[in-house]
């Protein structure tokens, strides 16, 4: 079991969906990463917040055992995100994003951190990303995501992180965008071009599509959830899932341990979407996921 | 190995895809049901042409021992679609319904017809559907499509067959439009509850869910496509695939003989995509249909 090194927003979410309402919920790629990873492998966290973060929201990390040395309390507000989703929950419209201290983030790595094996850059400015690789001493495996924006107004230091990382895990659209390609399976292999030998598409509610170089295409569709309550978040606590359990392996990941990746991060992302904010996710514990996982397992079994 | 008996529509399709287009291609959901489920089992089709409808045309059926002693001829034009695709090939956009001597259909089984085992009842007037049942003595197993039209014109008809036949294949976007729901695991629960002992929502190029009352869920993603060329038939291809499937079986299908048929009827509608209209389904052979399945069977391997 290796250390993992996460870098990403921690932040407070205010998101509306058809079936309602939360404020100022306790959200951001990295705590959602950190709940998910934490089930499975030990967490360090790079990130930065407000002096309005509340010592109970520092707690929901602490308290499983995630590594906090590298989180930055700045004078100022929290990184805030407000958005909605309509009937469409594959895609959040956003309303208002209040970078705060987010804005100047500059992540420096505690010295403790500099050995992680396992290293997730989650989607921020791919500057910053390219930042916290250079002060990992010798990764195992690195992954990233990103998103629209960073593909838009930053695409050449995109495209450098793009080619140092082992591993994308990137959304549909965004896929399909930074490769102007209109199918997804087309987008996966234009994206292995780029650089890292695996590739991971997210299509919310469909699942997920891994592609690696060397040993071609997995195809898993996510598990079925009949009420959808909030999805944001959902890609982070895959991304968690899935580096939890390369952590766990410890070693260069084989075909096989990525794909027993994509089914573990689906299936904690299953629990994301089931609540709003974290409350679903921080409530699953070894053995809630195991029987998912089970049940998860036979929704797919076939004999041909 | 039994008697499949298919009422649908034969047609001529005028397509445009952002790949290309065609001009009165042959189509019409009996001929890609027939081609593709006469690869695994006997077909029986009841239908009509106009006297328009080319020797050769009739050949493409007759050649594969479709039995077409239920297609009438009639004075007249065959029923022409003319449609297009934007770069969201799950969704056809109509330009033109010339029914056509199909105006007028009145599905009448020759006797040879009546003891078919099972039944596939595509996507035609949900009245035509019943009065086909009607004539079938002792049907093993049955099925039906539908679209956004019959339920919206035809709702009461369509729900009385509904509650006569085993399954029901509709696609992800009228499977919420028939239960007024927005999601489309929720929406599989609901079509149960209309009487169906099971329900496959086909969901184009992200696979399908197929949900039976006592067993319950299996979810299949569908085979990779780097370029689909023209989705129009792939839905009808499905149906034929799957109760190709069904029919090799011979008795009252299994979960494992539906999970089975539901991978049989995507491999081979990933065919149909790859070419316009018939063009790429009727060249394949059992042989490319086996390889195709075991590099399927890899894409969704995992042990977990």
Chains 1, 2 share one sequence.
């Not at 690789?133 to 990764?139: A, C, F, R, S, Y």
Request: proline share 5%; with cysteine.
């Amino acid at each position: 079991m290796s250390q993992i090194l996460v870098v990403g927003s921690l932040a407070y979410d205010s998101i509306k969906t058809p079936v309602g309402a939360v404020n100022r919920a306790l959200g951001g790629s990295a705590n959602y990463f950190s709940v998910a990873a934490s089930l499975l492998s030990p967490v360090r966290v790079v990130g930065v917040v407000g002096s309005d973060y509340s010592s109970e929201d520092k707690k929901t990390l602490e308290k499983r055992d995630v590594d906090l040395t590298g989180m930055t309390v700045k004078p100022g507000q929290t990184f805030h995100w407000s958005g909605f989703y309509d009937d469409n929950l594959n895609e959040a419209q956003t309303l208002a994003t209040d970078l705060n201290v987010f804005a100047d983030f500059d992540p420096v790595l505690p010295p403790s951190y500099h050995d992680s094996k396992f290293v997730f850059l989650a989607n921020i400015d791919p500057v910053l990303q390219a930042k916290v690789l250079d002060q990992v001493q010798k990764p195992v495996y690195t992954g990233m995501d990103t998103m629209n924006y960073w593909i838009q107004s930053k695409r050449a230091d995109l495209l450098k992180v793009l080619s140092r990382v082992q591993i994308l895990l990137i959304n549909e659209g965004e896929s399909k965008m930074l490769t102007a390609e209109a199918n997804a399976i087309s987008a996966s292999y234009q994206l292995l071009k780029m650089g890292p030998e695996a590739v991971v598409i997210k299509r919310g509610e469909y699942g997920v599509i891994l592609n690696h170089k060397e040993k071609g295409l997995f195809i898993l569709p996510a598990f079925p959830i009949p009420e959808v309550v909030d999805p944001t978040g959902a890609g982070d606590t895959f991304a968690g899932g899935f580096f939890g359990t390369l952590s766990q392996v410890g070693t260069k990941p084989r075909f096989e341990d990525l794909k027993k990746a994509c089914f573990v991060g689906s299936a904690l992302a299953s629990f994301t979407v089931q609540d709003f904010g974290l409350k679903s996710l921080i409530a699953v514990t070894s053995e809630t996921l195991n029987n998912r996982q089970k049940i998860y397992q036979n929704y797919l079994l076939i004999s041909t």
